[in-house]
């Protein structure tokens, strides 16, 4: 179908939604700070809370800004993990939060990706999270900046995968 423009949000920058139980959608959104709207139909959506996850509450990694929110139901059932990019001024790394509700989020600073070193495609910066659960483990493709061969260098694309709710990847 042609696309259609959102209506009722402010910074819609960034999206990642979800279909809940009752049929609504529930969408984040945002760059530097993440907001949380909920439609009915998936076009009009009334702002449910703004600012849920800012660089304050995730801590030093991300102290300059948060970009690219990918939210996803935890394996346990218990809730929600998001996970997002991370800017500290200097990198970019890949962290996590995890919410009950969807809408208060708890960041978890043990569970940061960053960038690994020497010549691993991904020795400068990670970022730019996309999970997808299946039944015995999550999938993270995520962008990671190479600067093994030339610098600049290219993003690429690398693939993680977590048995443990994304404790290990």
Request: cysteine-free; hydrophobic content about 30%.
């Amino acid at each position: 179908s042609e696309p259609e423009r959102l209506m009722g949000l402010m910074g819609e920058n960034y999206p990642a939604a979800l279909r809940q139980a009752d049929g609504s959608v529930r969408l984040w959104f945002g760059s530097g700070s993440f907001d949380v709207a909920t439609s009915q139909d998936g076009v009009t959506f009334t702002d449910q809370q703004r600012r849920i996850l800012t660089p304050t509450q995730v801590g030093t990694f991300a102290q300059t800004s948060l970009i690219y929110p990918e939210v996803r139901p935890s394996l346990a059932g218990d809730g929600y993990r998001m996970w997002f990019t991370g800017f500290n001024g200097q990198q970019l790394s890949i962290g996590t939060a995890y919410s009950a509700d969807g809408i208060s989020w708890t960041p978890e600073p043990s569970r940061v990706v960053t960038l690994r070193e020497g010549g691993d495609f991904d020795n400068k910066a990670v970022g730019q999270p996309e999970v997808h659960l299946t039944p015995d483990a999550l999938y993270m493709w995520h962008g990671g900046y190479d600067t093994s061969n030339t610098d600049p260098g290219p993003w690429r694309i690398g693939l993680s995968r977590s048995t443990d709710d994304g404790s290990t990847w």
